[in-house]
């Protein structure tokens, strides 16, 4: 026999069934939770998918990413971080909706980190991606702190060498950068994220060339160099930005790439490969979807009092 790996360990942790005595209407209560926040407003999609994976990448899924900054006591907690600003507020009211609707059926019971997963893979299939089955039995962090988002989180303008180093810090392959990267099929960037190719491309003066001339031409319309609205955003995805296909990779292909980043997987030998496969086969991008948001949905899992807590307001720890 051999010892099990941190990785595997933490994997044995989590199952389908785990609130299946405790909760057994868990998914329903937050399906309906998140069917009627994707009717009145649609942007909770990407914004909650974009949670789910800001929160596993800082301190683990363990709804860190939720917790509210306590007036008065100048602590600043992740979701104030910069790197955090525009996750919008619809994402936090599914969550918290949907844990108000669990604490009156199964007080004491579930975890906010559960609740984030389920609500990210309801949102994923409302879309029109994949369902899948995800595992329970994440506990919430105890530690926020704005000070761990930055080098734990990717930018608009990471290299690909800088992606494929951070998510093999998380536990996740190169071939779950490509596939995860998928999610921005579907939502909206502000221009500060791209505004730099559209005018000065790595201090060239000139845009980056591996934009469409058209694309290029409608983003400068949108984002002017100086002096625009910031609130201004424009679609990942140009073709169908609301619905979870994969087209994001068909678009790279086409030099349809939103942020640097996304582009540069098509650019980068390394993972082109990966982008053509998967514009190729939709089938094949929604299962290796599923499982790699399985894999990112196992990053640092708390379980036990010592390192967790089970909260009653998502956004406030226990004691
Ligand atoms: C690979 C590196 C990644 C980078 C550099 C990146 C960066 C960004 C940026 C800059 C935005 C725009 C935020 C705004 O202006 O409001 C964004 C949005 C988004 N990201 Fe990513 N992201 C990455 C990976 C991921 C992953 C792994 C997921 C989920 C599996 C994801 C899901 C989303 C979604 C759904 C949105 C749209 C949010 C909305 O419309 O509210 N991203 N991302
Ligand atoms: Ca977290
Ligand atoms: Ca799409």
Redesign the pocket.
């Given at each position: 026999l051999t010892k099990p790996t941190n990785a595997t360990r933490r994997h044995r942790q989590l199952s389908i069934n785990y609130y299946a005595t405790s909760c057994p209407q868990l998914e329903q209560l937050v399906a309906s939770v998140t069917a009627q926040q994707f009717k009145e407003a649609p942007?909770s999609g990407?914004?909650t998918?974009?949670l789910?994976?800001h929160d596993c990448f800082v301190e683990g899924c363990d709804g860190s990413i939720l917790i509210s900054s306590k007036p008065g006591t100048g602590v600043l907690v992740e979701k104030d971080a910069y790197d955090n600003r525009?996750l919008?507020a619809e994402a936090f009211e599914s969550v918290r909706k949907a844990k108000v609707l669990v604490e009156s059926k199964c007080p004491g019971v579930v975890s906010c980190a559960d609740i984030l997963v389920i609500a990210a893979r309801d949102f994923v299939h409302l879309a029109g991606g994949p369902y899948y089955q995800v595992k329970k039995g994440r506990w919430d962090g105890k530690i926020s702190k704005a000070s761990r988002v930055n080098s734990n989180l990717?930018?608009?303008n990471?290299t690909v060498d800088e992606?494929i180093k951070l998510f093999k810090s998380k536990g996740l392959t190169m071939e779950d950068?490509v596939v995860?990267?998928g999610?921005?099929t579907?939502?909206?960037?502000?221009c500060e994220?791209f505004v730099n190719r559209l005018y000065d491309y790595g201090g060239t003066k000139q845009p980056d060339s591996a934009i469409d001339p058209r694309l290029l031409k409608a983003l400068k319309m949108s984002c002017p160099r100086f002096g625009g609205n910031a609130d201004i955003?424009a679609p990942?995805d140009v073709t169908t930005p609301f619905t979870f296909d994969n087209a994001y990779y068909g678009n790279l292909e086409a030099k349809l790439g939103l942020?640097a980043?996304d582009q540069a997987l098509f650019l980068d030998p390394r993972t082109k490969p990966l982008v053509q496969a998967m514009g190729k086969d939709r089938q094949k991008f929604f299962q290796e979807f599923a499982a790699a948001?399985e894999k990112?949905g196992s990053i640092g899992v708390k379980r036990g009092r010592r390192h967790g807590e089970k909260r009653k307001d998502c956004s406030m720890h226990m004691s």
């Open positions: 942007v990407p914004a998918i974009r789910f994976f525009d919008a990717p930018r608009a990471s992606l950068l995860l990267s999610a921005h579907i939502g909206f960037a502000h994220h955003v990942f942020l980043t948001m990112m």
